[in-house]
């Protein structure tokens, strides 16, 4: 078992504008009501790079910001780990539809933005930080693989970090080949060890196969088809504030066996 | 961090398949590159094309999984007895306890490049593209973990071109924190539109083969590559003949997307911080193997960092005019040639460098010499400021 401590959510999704605004959703208290989340460009960046940054990075920046906010920490001196199941589609589109006919020139922004870790690149001229930043994929399950490596790092440095998970739906024709179903973004700070700023404390093992389990039944449905929004059994827990066990799934053959108690 | 003992590298670059070819191009100087035969370039840029990719489809089983950056990675892992290394670690450890921590910038976008060349009169791609286990940057993990037989934690890191050297620090970590007990780490890049007309687009590739740390250099050359080797606890059947990763130091710019920073103040921290990892300090390096792409502002931000560190000091240069350089795949890259370097007594040179810029300060070797080293780090650094340095060795 790996202890962690989290101080601080973010969340980014449909009908889910914030964490704040989220919890009584997720707690069933309020109605779900499914609705695109309005992604306006994070007031941290300097002007060139607010007018470049692509819809993913908005998301991927509100949903840290978020998290920070709550947490309290300063963002410029923690570790970051990004975790996308496949990175921004609509660049990607983007970048295929040029090369694919004469004379294939493409936009050099559009190129950086390629990379998988451009989220991590604008995080970190946005908010400062010189941290090492990590960012990774596992496919459908790259939540999971997020937070493990999240829970590896804290562990083994003794120091906080920031986990960010964040997946767009890819455009027509990608998006035939690559279902995603929604916008949905989260952002926790974690540290392992407890202090003022600790929410809850989230026991985690790396276990064989079991089922997953589910999020609340409206949000049920986004949970399957969106890599990120996984992570909503978790949230759901965390908004209930009680002690409550959630499995995720990792890969064919793993999941994370997640132990949720207050501090 | 407490070094962790790595097995010899299973490598496939444009220098040949695995290490003897490696080594030989190495001592005679042989650059891997030549003009592209790749694709058509509005440029006369030369590649470092790896042989074997063409005519080795993956088949039967593994046919899903068939595309240029997995075919590589089998092509790698068939080197030097790699794969009975695996399983010999698969009966100490058992598959669950391994892990599989691997790089790559593009994975197979190659084959979706391909398809959009395919589509309908619709707009609909051609059928048979399996988006999951060929482009997604996951694809090189879930290939691999199926082709080893691995049950362990997995994921791929993509940070660009430090993408194959982070996972050395991640999988160290994994270690560390007890979710398993050895790690699979390296990785695969290939050759591809995307990347050979988007570093076109930045007006940062050469025409001709690249020339790092060159007064006259002009760009990058791109080349091809997979790496891997096994990352375990030192034990019995370890002993002083054996490469060591001594320490790992990562680190972000925050200062733009595609350029380092002028004064290599990233790379700096990233190698202070490996450095103190390792419980080491500059003296104790004997080489240093660049990141080095031949770019003008990034091989000037990396010589500042370097002499701020190390002085004139120790020999360094980069192996990027042998192999070109290997996006994703470059950590691996320089951690098999530096883990080369020490066990063969052998400096490599720099091919294509033949007069290093004069206002430099870093001591770049441009010809192979014989030398006793120890101890050797290597540099990787990445689009959205991500730089990461690794220290590997043998410890006094």
């Keep these: 078992m790996i202890d962690l401590f989290i101080e601080g959510i973010g969340l980014h999704g449909p009908g889910l504008e914030s964490w ?16 695109p989340p309005s992604l306006p460009a994070s007031p941290l960046l300097p002007a060139a790079e607010r007018r470049r940054a692509p819809k993913i990075v908005r998301l991927a920046l509100a949903a840290g910001t978020e998290a920070f906010c709550i947490s309290g920490r300063s963002p410029a001196e923690t570790a970051t780990i990004f975790t996308s199941s496949g990175g921004d589609g609509e660049t990607i589109h983007d970048i295929l539809s040029t090369l694919a006919t004469p004379p294939r020139e493409l936009s050099p922004t559009r190129f950086h933005n390629s990379v998988h870790n451009a989220a991590a690149g604008y995080w970190s001229i946005a908010t400062g930080a010189t941290a090492p930043s990590t960012s990774l994929c596992a496919h459908d399950d790259s939540f999971a693989a997020g937070l493990l490596e999240a829970a590896a790092q804290a562990t083994a440095t003794g120091q906080p ?19 995603i179903g929604a916008v949905f973004g989260v952002a926790f700070v974690l540290s392992p060890i407890e202090g003022p700023a600790s929410i809850a404390r989230l026991s985690l ?9 589910q999020a609340p039944a409206l949000l049920e449905p986004l949970r399957r088809a969106t890599p990120a929004a996984r992570s909503l059994p978790l949230l759901a827990a965390l908004a209930h504030g009680v002690e409550r066990s959630v499995t995720l799934g990792y890969l064919d053959d793993m999941s994370l066996l997640l132990h949720l108690s207050p501090p | 961090m407490k070094p962790l003992a790595l097995s010899p590298f299973a490598l ?6 695995g290490e003897e070819a490696t080594l030989a191009a190495l001592r005679a100087g042989r650059s891997g590159l030549a003009p592209c035969q790749f694709d058509t370039l509005p440029l ?27 075919r590589l990675a089998a092509l790698a892992l068939a080197q030097d007895g790699f794969l009975n290394i695996v399983e010999d670690a698969k009966t100490r450890y058992g598959a669950a306890r391994i892990g599989l921590f691997l790089g790559t910038s593009t994975s197979g976008i190659l084959q979706t490049e391909t398809a959009y060349r395919q589509r309908n009169l619709d707009g609909a791609l051609p059928p048979g593209l399996d988006y999951g286990r ?12 199926a082709y080893l037989g691995l049950h362990g934690p997995a994921f791929v890191i993509s940070t660009a071109c430090a993408a194959t050297s982070k996972v050395f620090a991640s999988a160290t970590r994994m270690i560390e924190a007890g979710l398993c007990d050895a790690a699979i780490v390296g990785g ?22 690249c020339r790092p740390f060159d007064a006259a250099r002009s760009g990058i050359s791109i080349g091809e590559a997979a790496g891997f080797t096994l990352l375990e606890r030192p034990g019995q059947r370890h002993d002083d003949e054996t490469i060591m990763l001594l320490g790992t130091g990562e680190s972000a710019d925050a200062y733009h997307m595609s350029s380092p920073h002028p004064d290599g103040a990233g790379a700096c921290r990233a190698m202070e911080l490996a450095l103190k990892d390792a419980g080491l300090r500059s003296k ?35 192996s990027k005019g042998f192999t070109g350089h290997t996006l994703g795949a470059s950590g691996v890259v320089g951690a098999a040639i530096c883990s080369l370097a020490i066990r063969n007594k052998f400096l490599p040179g720099s091919p294509h460098t033949t007069r290093p810029d004069p206002t430099f300060t870093s001591n770049y070797l441009t010809t192979g010499r014989a030398a006793q080293l120890s101890i050797a780090m290597s540099n990787a650094f990445g689009f959205g400021g991500v730089n990461c340095s690794l220290i590997l060795g043998r410890p006094s």
Excluded: K
Excluded at chain 1, 21 to 30: C, K, N, Q, T, Y
Excluded at chain 2, 12 to 17: K, N
Excluded at chain 2, 135 to 143: D, I
């Design chain 1, 20 to 35: 704040e605004a989220s919890a009584p959703v997720l707690r069933g208290e309020a109605p779900y009501q499914d609705a």
């Design chain 1, 161 to 179: 970090v920031a986990l960010i998970a964040y997946d767009v739906p890819y455009p027509v024709p990608l998006a035939r080949v690559r279902p």
């Design chain 1, 205 to 213: 093992a790396l276990q064989p196969y079991a089922a997953p389990s």
């Design chain 2, 12 to 17: 496939v670059t444009s220098l040949g398949a």
């Design chain 2, 44 to 70: 006369a840029a030369w590649t470092g094309e790896a042989q074997g990719c063409d005519d080795a489809p993956l088949t039967g089983a593994w046919a899903s999984f068939d595309c240029r950056n997995n």
């Design chain 2, 134 to 145: 060929t482009h997604n940057t996951y694809a090189l993990g879930q290939f691999v973990r």
């Design chain 2, 188 to 209: 695969a890049d290939t050759l591809c539109a995307t990347t050979l007309f988007g570093f076109h687009a930045l007006g940062v590739m050469a025409e001709g083969p």
């Design chain 2, 284 to 318: 104790n390096i004997g080489y240093i193997n660049l990141h080095g792409t031949a770019t003008l502002a990034g091989d000037a931000a990396e010589d500042r960092a370097i002499s701020t560190l190390f002085g004139n000091e120790v020999p360094c240069n980069s």
